[in-house]
């Protein structure tokens, strides 16, 4: 069972006015603590608070993963990670450059 289904990953979606609403996501028991999750396979840097549950879970399962200190994006990139492309990320930075 993957992480997110036990505990109850919420769901994203548009509310009547359009406007994005979403469930609160618990982090993976080692990483409550941050935010940017960087995938050492890839160099692509996932947002624990946005991306998509399934993607989270296949980076847990591999073992394959970095965090960051200071936990910003800003620090990812300093060490060469990407941005990743899930759906709700985009959505979270687009919101976000608005």
């Known amino acids: 069972m993957a992480w997110a289904d036990r505990i109850g990953f919420g769901?994203?979606?548009?509310?009547?006015?359009?406007?994005?609403?979403?469930?609160?996501m618990a982090r993976p028991t080692r990483f409550e603590e941050?935010?940017?999750?960087?995938?050492?396979?890839?160099?692509?840097v996932h947002d624990l608070d946005n991306c998509e549950a399934e993607v989270v879970d296949e980076l847990m399962e591999s073992g394959q993963f970095a965090a960051f200190g200071p936990d910003t994006v800003d620090e990812a990139r300093n060490r060469g990670y990407r941005p990743c492309a899930c759906a709700g990320a985009v959505v979270a930075r687009a919101a976000q450059s608005s």
């Open 34 to 44: 941050f935010r940017w999750l960087g995938d050492k396979r890839t160099q692509i």
């Open 11 to 24: 769901q994203v979606g548009l509310d009547e006015t359009f406007q994005l609403r979403c469930m609160a």
